[in-house]
């Protein structure tokens, strides 16, 4: 799956010596120009992976309340693998993240769709609640990233 580059003018990363530092990443499909809002926006199997954390379950009355941040979890986690990638790292690379969340309460399911991409120790993190500076009000989480990669 594609996700392409950011929509406005700005660099998705920027090597600086031995890190790599990444724009906020938010769940907007470039193609569609339209925020993730189900779990029929993301890849199968990213869905099969959801599936033993409970999400995904096909019972609409749950899915429809936790299918928009779990399914913008994984999106924009997956945009920061596939950028680490890019630049010649991995995940556990990837030392420090700053999640912005429209409603503290998404971080809980953000946090179990994390461990999908952090196994072992998470990384640095701070949680921010914000109520604008978003793209859109369907956009309800932005993260930025920062890698060590030391030169080889």
Same mark, same amino acid.
């Given at each position: /799956?594609?996700?392409?580059?950011?929509? #406005?003018?700005?660099? #998705? #990363?920027?090597?600086?010596?031995?890190?790599?530092?990444?724009?906020?990443?938010?769940?907007?499909?470039?193609?569609? $120009?339209? =925020?993730?809002?189900?779990?029929?926006?993301?890849?199968?199997?990213? %869905?099969? =992976?959801?599936?033993?954390?409970?999400?995904?379950? @096909?019972?609409?009355?749950?899915? +429809?309340?936790?299918?928009? +941040?779990?399914?913008?979890?994984?999106?924009?986690?997956?945009?920061?693998?596939?950028?680490?990638?890019?630049?010649?790292?991995? /995940?556990?690379?990837?030392?420090?993240?700053?999640?912005?969340? %429209?409603?503290?309460?998404?971080?809980?399911?953000?946090? $179990?769709?994390? @461990?999908?991409?952090? &196994?072992?120790?998470?990384?640095?993190?701070?949680?921010?609640?914000?109520? %604008?500076? /978003? &793209?859109?009000? !369907?956009?309800?989480? !932005?993260?930025?990233?920062? /890698?060590?990669?030391? =030169?080889?």
């Amino acid at each position: /799956m594609s996700m392409g580059k950011p929509m #406005a003018n700005y660099a #998705a #990363a920027k090597r600086v010596g031995d890190f790599v530092f990444m724009s906020g990443v938010v769940a907007v499909n470039p193609a569609t $120009r339209s =925020a993730v809002q189900s779990y029929d926006d993301i890849p199968e199997a990213a %869905r099969e =992976a959801l599936r033993p954390l409970g999400y995904v379950t @096909g019972q609409m009355t749950v899915d +429809i309340f936790e299918a928009p +941040i779990v399914a913008q979890s994984w999106f924009v986690l997956e945009r920061i693998r596939q950028i680490a990638a890019e630049h010649g790292g991995t /995940m556990a690379d990837v030392v420090k993240l700053v999640q912005y969340f %429209r409603q503290l309460s998404h971080y809980a399911p953000y946090n $179990r769709v994390r @461990g999908l991409f952090y &196994p072992g120790e998470p990384p640095v993190s701070t949680v921010v609640e914000v109520s %604008r500076f /978003m &793209p859109g009000d !369907e956009v309800l989480i !932005e993260v930025e990233a920062t /890698m060590y990669l030391p =030169a080889r």
